[in-house]
């Protein structure tokens, strides 16, 4: 079996394979449609959604990738149980499959069908997930925690509410550490000095410009 974490749109294989869940053909080759983890065995072809789904609340900032073009608009994965939609009404430029974006949850139902406003596109970097309910704790009082991220690893980071993160240049690998530590220990106190301290003993060169 080969795997690896897939974005939407990204290619799974271009072998002929049956259908599994969260993958589609295009031009004989096998896509996948969300953030996951493909899995290519036999005759068959899957991607498995990565845990931890998000609940949807107005006014999120969130981080999202570009799942579908649909009439009018787009479908995007926000990690939810469903893809959210923004209006091409709200764009000035169009957007592509597998493009990551920030937005604005704009309206929220029962079901979590959401939709969004002020979108970003974000160039270059990678989304890294995490559990949506530790956000919070990433994020910091006032954005506290997330400025000792981004100054001890050298990154440009956007976390979205969703538990999507999207970074780039700097540590990456030393952020994704740096994150797993902050989900593992989110119930201690003062984590957030005890983040800036254990940073500092291999902090890089901090990322020169501001995040795209």
Partial sequence: MTKKIVVPGELVTEERKRLGEHVYIRDGKIFSDTLGISRVEGNFASVVPLRGKYVPQMNDLIVGIVAQEVYPGYLVDVNGVNYAFVSKKELRDPLQVGTVVSAKVMS???THDVELGFVRVFYGGTV????????????GKNGSMLEVLKRGTGCNVMIGR???VWVKGGDMELLKVGLQKIDDEAHLSNLTNK?????KKDAP???SGKQE
């Fill in 108 to 110: 929220v139902n029962e």
């Fill in 128 to 139: 890294i997930p995490v559990m949506p309910v530790k956000v919070p704790r990433m994020i």
């Fill in 162 to 164: 969703n538990g999507f």
């Fill in 195 to 199: 983040m800036s301290d254990y940073l």
């Fill in 205 to 207: 060169v901090p990322a």
